[in-house]
Every structure is written in C-alpha cells, then in structure tokens.
C-alpha cells in the first residue's frame, strides 16, 4: 500500500511539473486551434487570439488574486477570461470579418481553452526558459503558440489546396504528403513544435543547472 501511495504521489509530482511548463501551455493551447487553422490567414488569426488570451490570463490572474478572497478568486478570475474571451472575438470581427467568420465558434472556444491552460499553469510555473521570470515564461510559450498556429495554417493551407505565396501547385494536393494537410496531421505538426519547444528548455535547464554547479 505505501509502495503504491509513493507510486502515485511520484506521478503526481511529474503531472504537477509538467503543466508548468512552455510545452504543455502551446500544446494544450493550440489544440482546438488545429481545426480551423486551414491557411496562414485564419492560423495567425486564431494563434494571436490564443497568444493574447494566454497573456491576458497570467497578467489577470495575479491581480484579481489581490482583490479577492479564497473563495471568489477562481469565479472572478474566470469571469474577467470570460470578457477578455468576448473582446478578442469582437476585435477579430472588427479588423477582419471574413475571418472571423471562417473561424466560427472555435475562436472563442480557442481562447477560454487558452485561459484555462494558462492559469493551471501559472500557479506555479517552472521559469524556464526565461530563469526567474514567470512572465517571460508566459511570454514564451504565447509566441510559440502564435507561431505553431500560423505554421499549421501555413502547411494545411499549402498541402490541401496546393497553394503556396499565391502560387497553385496542385501536385502538393495530390501527394501523399497531403496528410498533413488535414486537421489530424496537423497534430503531427504540432507534436514537432511540442518537441521543438521542450529541447529549448531543456537546453536552458541544463545551462541554469551547470551554471549553479560552478558556483
């Protein structure tokens, strides 16, 4: 019974570091992203969607923490996501209105998923790979989460209707290849983002770490 307890207390150490990190945040975030990021347009729309609400989230967080107590801090924190939600999907819809109507429900949804991943995360995260900085971390993880969004628009867009920088190669369309091109192959890509953003902290863990060993 104790060797199971030690067990479970141990994957629920790993569980608690690792959405705490960059990775799980682009990861958990981008997801319902994936959909309808079907060209660079609608991917850079929907990533700085998820790129703002992120960042929104860790600077909201800290402050309605200040003003609330223990009991209202989650439903205040969530009602302000909530408006913070609304207002990006209003501003998509002002700039661009086409756009926003390619996106659909998935804009807002993409943006309360973002919040929510962004405040599991950043009650306590790691500080890397910006050391000692939590908001750097946000930081972080909100362009890689802009940037695998416009990249998985940018590769649906070209490998599913063949055209690149206004040029149409229907060869790409027809190759294998276009598997990539479909909502399911872009987890594919978003797996190599994953994995992308994880050497780089991992990199810079081992840098801070060899750094404290020298002292």
Known sequence: MALNQNVIREQDERIAD???TPTFVVTAAALPGLFVATSVVNGAAIGIATAVAILAMALIAPVTRRFTGAFSYLPVTLLA?????VLVSFAVRVVEPAVHEALGIYLPLTCVNAMAV???AREGFSAQPASKSSLGTVAFAAVCAFATLTFVGFINGM???GEVFGLTMPELAASPLSIFGKPAGSLLVLALVATF???ICDARAKSAA???GER
Do not use: C, P, W, Y
């Open 18 to 20: 690792f959405v705490r």
């Open 81 to 85: 996501g909530a408006m913070v939600s």
């Open 118 to 120: 962004a405040f599991v």
């Open 159 to 161: 490998l599913s209707t």
């Open 197 to 199: 953003v994880q050497s």
């Open 210 to 212: 060899a750094k404290e």
